[in-house]
């Protein structure tokens, strides 16, 4: 059994977290400074990666090999299977028109103005997208939508990433708290309360955050009303649900509460029309194709998949047929040294009837309800994989890179660095799960790798274990918006591809902005109000 090293380099954590840090900051270089493309960014982050962990922390070649492997095969079953059968769904509703039917609905129901649209779907209705299907789903389809209405296709990507925050921890019906709990043997429902006493704070901030940088200060003056109705119906249903329903359902329960809300505010009050913000004439918006669907059609596909997912999840489907493979030359092969040398699994779950395989079904049942004809559906899939091809080879690499940092124990060198910083991990905390969710794309992954991380370090300070490992799934997603993964499923129907380092440059900053305004409410809810930590 391999044992992990930590301090492999002169025997020095400083210099030994400085050595494992590299082949993050390749990925952050390629993107973010050179602007290379995705999958560019990823290949290099994994070679660097592989000549790190072979060369420096001693990890057989073998065992490299294979870890590499068991991440690109997690990206593929279940990840990328989730993201194509949402892209399917999409291209089924632009074919048959229910995708223009959607945009019409919204302009003839909602104010002649991009920037209510903006709330509307970038926050409301992509928080529904991620609540049941996730892994930058919501990115792809919701940018979509607000590049039909004019925005700019880099500015719908950039807002829309940001937008996708505040839902990520409960997104794919609450698996990241799942997992949290499973790691680190915490009570889960004591952990879903405690994040969701962390989110909402931010998402009531958000639509105020994402407005001031859309339309600036005199955009937040004139629409605070909406602002502070869709962040606070959000952050009210995101707290209900996960401190006293159900935590799997809140994403799904709170964006559908903060939609409707929202919408019915909009009936009741509407901004001062402002031209520069205005979508089109309202003659242009009133006229429609002879023969076109009815404009409520537009909301079928999406009423479709969010029944079929919630149902799928509530009658667990998807575990009829499961099978855990032990991964061949990887399980239980390497020892956790910072885990008291615990044995490391290698579990690849395959579940032929997960997620993406009830995603899948709601295409079908799209495509039977629209009335869509077997060679049209045909059609969709072969220009689904056509879209996002690349991102399933960025995501690959990426989720390769991260298993090998995992498995090889330089991803544990880069938490006990940030551990052994004294109090100061109060702010570092959350950018333990920032990391991970940055390389794999999952606040379900990072929860696995740091969680029990933020738990030793927690209990070593004499500080909340709850609210710490709660804090890694926060921190988590506030990485989301930068992942290569998210970005490459986003840029897949946008027509942005290999710009995927424009869009990380512009959105890092509020990445690392958002991520120090949770680190100082954390930091609040331990040492000024730590009746808010849940018993546990």
Same mark, same amino acid.
């Given at each position: 059994?391999?044992?992990?090293?930590?301090?492999?380099?002169?025997?020095?954590?400083?210099?030994?977290?400085?050595?494992?840090?590299?082949?993050?900051?390749?990925?952050?270089?390629?993107?973010?400074?050179?602007?290379?493309?995705?999958?560019?960014? /990823?290949?290099? $982050? %994994?070679? +660097?990666?592989?000549?790190? !962990?072979?060369?420096?922390?001693? @990890? *057989?070649?073998?065992? #490299?090999?294979?870890?590499?492997?068991?991440?690109?095969?997690?990206?593929?079953?279940?990840?990328?299977?989730?993201?194509?059968?949402?892209?399917?769904?999409?291209?089924?509703?632009?074919?048959?028109?229910?995708?223009?039917?959607?945009?019409?609905?919204?302009?003839?129901?909602?104010?002649?103005?991009?920037?209510?649209?903006?709330?509307?779907?970038?926050?409301?209705?992509?928080?529904?997208?991620?609540?049941?299907?996730?892994?930058?789903?919501?990115?792809?389809?919701?940018?979509?939508?607000?590049?039909?209405?004019?925005?700019?296709?880099?500015?719908?990507?950039?807002?829309?990433?940001?937008?996708?925050?505040?839902?990520?921890?409960?997104?794919?019906?609450?698996?990241?708290?799942?997992?949290?709990? /499973?790691?680190? $043997? %915490?009570? +889960?429902?004591?952990?879903? !309360?405690?994040?969701?006493?962390? @989110? *909402?704070?931010?998402? #009531?901030?958000?639509?105020?955050?994402?407005?001031?940088?859309?339309?600036?200060?005199?955009?937040?003056?004139?629409?605070?009303?909406?602002?502070?109705?869709?962040?606070?119906?959000?952050?009210?249903?995101?707290?209900?649900?996960?401190?006293?329903?159900?935590?799997?359902?809140?994403?799904?329960?709170?964006?559908?509460?903060?939609?409707?809300?929202?919408?019915?505010?909009?009936?009741?009050?509407?901004?001062?029309?402002?031209?520069?913000?205005?979508?089109?004439?309202?003659?242009?918006?009133?006229?429609?194709?002879?023969?076109?669907?009815?404009?409520?059609?537009?909301?079928?596909?999406?009423?479709?998949?969010?029944?079929?997912?919630?149902?799928?999840?509530?009658?667990?489907?998807?575990?009829?047929?499961?099978?855990?493979?032990?991964?061949?030359?990887?399980?239980? !092969?390497?020892?956790?040294?910072?885990?008291?040398?615990?044995?490391?699994?290698?579990?690849?779950?395959?579940?032929?009837?997960?997620?993406?395989?009830?995603?899948?079904?709601?295409?079908?049942?799209?495509?039977?309800?629209?009335?869509?004809?077997?060679?049209?559906?045909?059609?969709?899939?072969?220009?689904?994989?056509?879209?996002?091809?690349?991102?399933?080879?960025?995501?690959?690499?990426?989720?390769?890179?991260?298993?090998?940092?995992?498995?090889?124990?330089?991803?544990?060198?880069?938490?006990?660095?940030?551990?052994?910083?004294?109090?100061?991990?109060?702010?570092?905390?959350?950018?333990?799960?920032?990391?991970?969710?940055?390389?794999?794309?999952?606040?379900?992954?990072?929860?696995?790798?740091?969680?029990?991380?933020?738990?030793?370090?927690?209990?070593?300070?004499?500080?909340?274990?709850?609210?710490?490992?709660?804090?890694?799934?926060?921190?988590?997603?506030?990485?989301?918006?930068?992942?290569?993964?998210?970005?490459?499923?986003?840029?897949?129907?946008?027509?942005?591809?290999?710009?995927?380092?424009?869009?990380?440059?512009?959105?890092?900053?509020?990445?690392?902005?958002?991520?120090?305004?949770?680190?100082?409410?954390?930091?609040?809810?331990?040492?000024?109000?730590?009746?808010?930590?849940?018993?546990?």
């Amino acid at each position: 059994m391999f044992k992990q090293l930590l301090t492999p380099v002169g025997d020095s954590l400083p210099l030994s977290f400085l050595v494992a840090a590299l082949p993050i900051l390749t990925v952050l270089l390629l993107l973010g400074v050179l602007r290379r493309p995705a999958w560019q960014a /990823s290949l290099g $982050g %994994l070679a +660097v990666g592989l000549v790190t !962990a072979i060369m420096v922390w001693k @990890l *057989p070649a073998t065992l #490299a090999l294979s870890a590499v492997a068991n991440g690109a095969v997690f990206a593929l079953w279940p990840v990328m299977w989730i993201v194509l059968a949402a892209l399917l769904v999409y291209n089924i509703a632009v074919v048959s028109g229910r995708f223009d039917a959607f945009r019409s609905w919204l302009l003839t129901n909602v104010p002649n103005d991009r920037r209510i649209v903006l709330i509307v779907i970038g926050f409301c209705f992509g928080a529904l997208l991620e609540g049941v299907a996730g892994f930058g789903t919501p990115v792809a389809i919701t940018g979509s939508l607000l590049i039909l209405v004019g925005f700019p296709a880099m500015d719908a990507l950039v807002l829309v990433l940001i937008f996708d925050t505040a839902p990520v921890a409960f997104g794919a019906l609450g698996a990241p708290v799942t997992v949290l709990g /499973s790691v680190t $043997g %915490l009570p +889960v429902h004591a952990l879903a !309360a405690m994040i969701g006493r962390q @989110l *909402p704070v931010m998402a #009531a901030i958000l639509p105020f955050y994402v407005m001031g940088l859309y339309g600036g200060w005199r955009s937040i003056r004139a629409l605070w009303p909406v602002l502070l109705v869709a962040g606070l119906s959000f952050a009210a249903g995101q707290f209900a649900a996960s401190n006293y329903i159900d935590y799997t359902l809140t994403d799904v329960l709170a964006s559908l509460f903060s939609l409707l809300v929202t919408l019915a505010f909009l009936r009741v009050w509407r901004p001062a029309p402002d031209p520069a913000f205005a979508i089109q004439d309202e003659a242009a918006l009133e006229a429609r194709p002879a023969g076109a669907p009815p404009a409520w059609q537009g909301w079928l596909p999406w009423a479709i998949i969010s029944a079929t997912v919630v149902l799928w999840t509530i009658f667990k489907v998807a575990n009829f047929g499961q099978q855990n493979i032990h991964w061949p030359a990887l399980d239980k !092969a390497i020892s956790i040294t910072l885990y008291h040398d615990k044995p490391y699994a290698a579990v690849w779950t395959f579940q032929p009837l997960a997620t993406g395989t009830a995603i899948l079904l709601a295409a079908i049942l799209t495509a039977a309800a629209v009335r869509l004809s077997p060679a049209a559906f045909f059609g969709c899939a072969v220009q689904t994989v056509r879209q996002a091809w690349k991102a399933v080879v960025t995501v690959m690499l990426i989720v390769g890179l991260a298993y090998l940092m995992n498995y090889s124990g330089l991803a544990y060198t880069l938490g006990l660095g940030a551990a052994s910083t004294g109090h100061a991990f109060v702010l570092l905390s959350p950018f333990l799960g920032w990391v991970a969710v940055m390389l794999s794309g999952s606040d379900t992954s990072g929860n696995a790798l740091f969680g029990n991380l933020q738990v030793v370090a927690a209990n070593q300070l004499h500080l909340s274990p709850v609210l710490f490992a709660a804090t890694n799934s926060s921190g988590g997603v506030m990485g989301k918006m930068i992942s290569p993964q998210n970005i490459a499923t986003g840029v897949s129907v946008t027509g942005l591809t290999g710009q995927e380092g424009r869009i990380f440059a512009r959105t890092f900053p509020h990445s690392i902005v958002l991520t120090v305004i949770l680190g100082a409410l954390v930091a609040a809810q331990q040492f000024l109000i730590p009746w808010i930590i849940p018993a546990h």
